[in-house]
């Protein structure tokens, strides 16, 4: 595609990068003479109506915004049916390079970031835009360490920001708010948290929820709670560490009230971690109320003029308003917070709550001005309280592994507690049982979850008897009445009557667990000498019938014992409701024997009556 010529203007030179649904190529301005970056929807998107719509929109969006933190939208257009935008071109890295090469930023440079992409989106929401997908690939970092927006591909307005798309939830996984994940309604304070994850990424070096899809992902944004900041960086500030967790917030009421007010806080923070001194805010706002101001005291002038002195009086008592420095009440009850807020002349407003791992629920977590600023009287100070330490919600590891459950508790910041084992019938050998807390109660990050594993089902040991000199039933007979199963019958030499058990494995006196096996050895009658071995007398066609719920596939042997000795008359591995006939012979008492896999399953004296099978 190099070489190329768009809409008689842009000359591709090289392709530089591009996402899932998007490719960048790097261009010539040939009548402005400069480099710019334009963007394509990649080919295989071009015919999906929806995806045209959603890059079309992204260059309407995007065209509506001028900010120096945005990335410029020069130009739009469509060139043999393929649409493009021409786009600032940005020299640097992305966001998510830099922290991948660099790892976690230092605290001023983090909240120096955080501070751009703020203003940026302050810019968009008062344009009623909405960006829906900040993350550290949307964030394009410039050679001069200055941070650009891009990517409005999935923006809305604001009165029409509802995430879900064709069935589908949009944005990425790991910086979804909740509302997000839920598929509910967004609007700018949905960005807010969005850019609290990638500021809690920025500081830890990890994002506040990880899993192994990104459904695992969603979910944690909507039940789980992160590492507080200050466990992974003690040192860090406790209004920064504030500031991310109000950003974080699941309910978004409890979030900041606009970007404006974010912005406010994050520039406070960013001046405690070494950044610029905010502005005061009564300093920037009051300049339209000044300008008024001053038409009030030119219109007092010429009252004065006219010789009314008491209203100059009354006007520079007016302007003239004492300032206070702001008290700190954060862990203060809201009784003692009110009465220190007010004796300094000020008024105070609850604006909610939030988790804190330093103060006890029911006081003072947060309060915006912080200590130590310089306000006029009257001014209202904005408290939070704590909800106390921050909570999670404790998975169900029910039948899981050890290994598996513990993980799945490290991923929701618990802690493994205290394992036991115990037997059991149900859960296989391994298996969590049973666990304590249960399965969704809230409870306080790092608490311990006790589990019992499950041993398997309880064993019993049974005393082998000794079973020579028994018949081949009886001893089947009496193995099933300890729960023991004949596995094996073989025959060996012996003077003693046929199917007497001459032989047994393991031996008589053994302890055997209840459910195993056992392998006989039978006499098949005394030997006869081969020269003067009866022949055969009687010979009959047997048919043998395999049952349905025999194990598949099944080894199927057929002896016959008689006064001649065992002759085995049948050997073939068949499928359970398989049919075979056999012709037997024999001379004298006889019996017919069928095993399954080695094991007795039939055992009758010969003849038998026409036509009847033996097995099951």
């Known amino acids: 595609m190099t070489d190329r010529l768009l809409g008689g203007r842009y000359r591709l030179l090289e392709r530089i990068g591009g996402g899932g649904m998007a490719v960048v190529y790097l261009a010539e301005d040939t009548v402005l003479h400069r480099k710019v970056a334009v963007k394509f929807l990649r080919e295989e998107f071009t015919q999906d109506a929806a995806l045209v719509a959603r890059f079309r929109q992204e260059a309407q969006a995007s065209a509506d915004l001028s900010h120096p933190n945005i990335v410029a939208i020069y130009d739009v257009g469509t060139d043999q049916g393929t649409d493009y935008i021409v786009m600032e071109r940005v020299e640097g890295r992305t966001l998510k390079e830099l922290l991948k090469e660099e790892g976690p930023l230092e605290p001023e440079r983090a909240l120096r970031f955080a501070v751009h992409i703020a203003e940026a989106l302050a810019a968009a929401h008062a344009r009623k835009i909405i960006h829906r997908d900040i993350k550290p690939e949307n964030i394009l970092v410039t050679s001069a360490d200055r941070v650009k927006v891009t990517d409005f591909g999935i923006a809305r307005a604001a009165g029409d920001a509802t995430i879900v798309h064709t069935g589908s939830i949009i944005g990425s996984a790991h910086y979804l708010s909740p509302e997000q994940a839920r598929g509910g309604f967004t609007d700018e304070k949905s960005d807010q948290y969005a850019l609290g994850v ?35 960086r003690p040192r860090l500030p406790g209004k920064v560490a504030e500031v991310v967790a109000r950003m974080l917030e699941k309910d978004p009421a409890r979030r900041y009230p606009s970007t404006v007010a974010l912005l406010q806080d994050l520039r406070q ?98 309060q915006v001005p912080a200590a130590g600023h310089v306000v006029k009287e009257g001014r209202e100070v904005l408290i939070t309280l704590s909800d106390g330490k921050p909570k999670t919600i404790v998975p169900n590891v029910i039948s899981m592994t050890l290994s598996v459950a513990k993980a799945q508790l490290d991923a929701m910041t618990l802690k493994l507690g205290r394992v036991t084992h115990r037997t059991s019938s149900v859960y296989a050998r391994g298996e969590v049982m049973d666990q304590s807390p249960p399965a969704s109660a ?33 001893a089947t007979a009496r193995l ?84 001649s000795g065992v002759t ?22 006889a019996r017919v024997e069928e095993f399954f896999n080695g094991t007795l399953v039939l055992s009758q004296p010969l003849p038998v009556p026409a036509g009847t099978g033996g097995g099951g």
């Open 198 to 232: 990638v500021l809690y990424e920025c500081l830890s070096g990890r994002r506040p929820f990880e899993g192994d899809n990104p459904l695992s992902v969603a979910l944690q944004h909507v039940q789980g709670e992160p590492v507080p900041l200050q466990r992974i």
């Open 568 to 589: 085995q008359v049948y050997d073939q591995t068949d499928q359970p409701g398989d049919s075979f006939s056999v012709t037997v012979a024999w001379s004298g008492t």
């Open 269 to 366: 923070a960013w001046h405690s971690v070494g950044g610029p001194a905010p502005e005061e805010p009564e300093r920037r706002n009051d300049r339209p109320r000044r300008s008024s101001r001053w038409l009030w005291v030119l219109g007092v002038l010429l009252v004065l003029a006219g010789g009314v002195a008491v209203g100059a009086h009354e006007l520079m008592g007016w302007l003239d308003v004492p300032t206070v420095r702001v008290p700190s009440v954060i862990g203060w009850s809201v009784h003692s917070a009110e009465v220190r807020i007010r004796s300094h002349h000020l008024a105070y407003r609850i604006v909610g709550h939030a988790p804190s791992t330093r103060v006890p629920p029911g006081d003072v977590a947060t």
């Open 442 to 474: 809230r409870v306080v990050q790092g608490q311990r979850v006790s589990l019992v594993i499950s041993l398997g089902p309880r064993v019993v040991r049974v005393v082998l008897p000794d079973l020579t000199g028994t018949s081949l039933s009886q």
């Open 480 to 563: 099933q009445t300890l729960g023991l199963t004949v596995k094996r019958v073989t025959y060996g030499p012996s003077g003693s009557a046929f199917g007497t058990v001459i032989g047994q494995s393991p031996r008589a006196g053994s302890r055997v667990d209840r459910g195993s096996s056992v392998d006989l050895v039978v006499s098949p009658g005394p030997a006869t000498p081969a020269q003067h071995a009866p022949p055969p007398t009687q010979s009959q066609l047997l048919t043998f019938t395999i049952p349905q719920n025999a194990p598949s596939p099944v080894k199927v042997k057929v002896v016959v014992a008689d006064e």
